[in-house]
């Protein structure tokens, strides 16, 4: 192979979605697939509907349309919040749109009556993780206004957390989203079919039993394809953890010092490393670097080999321990956390291998 590549293990995805999705069922939680950190990969989402998600969330629309493009028919969830100069398309292409800005609903409602089509729409409520969604306190004026608003039809309520502030979903935040949901029906004659409560990093919170019988929607990635929860990144219970892989060639095997040799002034990316004197070590440099992943979010397979860093085309592995069983040619396969797994399924340079079946499938993307 001339070029790192990504193996995608389509099974262990859908088999991991089966296992999150039946412990979600189990508590009356209805799962949606989200696809983003794949791009909107249309074998991802399909291996996501056969485990049995019920519909199909992206952060793009370039990767909606990709995944309408594919023929998969399901609903979509756009899950960024959709800009006001995109309210058009995202009404011809989306089901359901997540919303914080009056602006933006009321762009929406526009875009709806014109086509004589009905948005569902959730409204984000921000419980404090300080990303998107309307302030508690702001909620009841906001609701007040988007009801006027023909064309949109206010189905629920959603909040993410655990994903700017770090802030963990607990039984006191999600009985706060009830309890507003609860507050808003009571005021406006609303119903709000959907408490769309969880991400990956609700999961020890649905298991414990502690979730709110209310909430009753989860939007679910890492837990679906990297097979963890995502307070403490523990590996859950019956799913696969290396659904997704990172394979690279080694280039080059010397060994070498340990310290650079010479002056030393910034390296390729502004930054003055520091090095430990281990005397010589055998340096394995392959085909993979910055340009493509997050070098910080990958572990190589095998326990002997150590990542010393990277520039944007070469990976730098201390392979000392190694040594006797690696030749140049040969292949080092990574696990690949979330953000090292996003940087390499958007770089062109590393190829997607899908397997179905343990063996692998004819189209790449
Ligand atoms: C990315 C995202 C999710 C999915 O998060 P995971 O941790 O991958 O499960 C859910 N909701 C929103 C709004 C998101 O942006």
Redesign the pocket.
Known sequence: MSHPYLTIDLDKIEHNARTIVGLCREHGIEVTG?T??TCGHPEVAKAMLRGGVSSI?D?RMENIHRLKGAGIHTSYML??LPPLSGVEEVVDAVDVS?NSEISVLAGLSEAACRRDRIVDVLL?VDLGDLR?GIWPDDLLPFVKEAVELPGIRISGL?T?L??FGGVVPSEEKMNQLVELAREIEKKFGLTLKWISGA???GLELIASGGMPRRVNH????????LGRE?THRRAWPNTFQDAFLLHAEVLELKEKPSVPVGVRSEDAFGKLPTFEEQGNVKRALLNVGREDLDVEGITPLAPNLTILGASSGYLVLDATSAADDIRVGDELSFYLN?SALLAAMTSEYVKKHLLRGGVPMEQGM
């Open positions: 989200v983003k950190v969330a952060s899950l960024r997540l984000m998107e959603a993410n655990a994903c991400n990956s990093s989860a939007r679910i990635g890492e837990a679906i394809l995502t979330y």
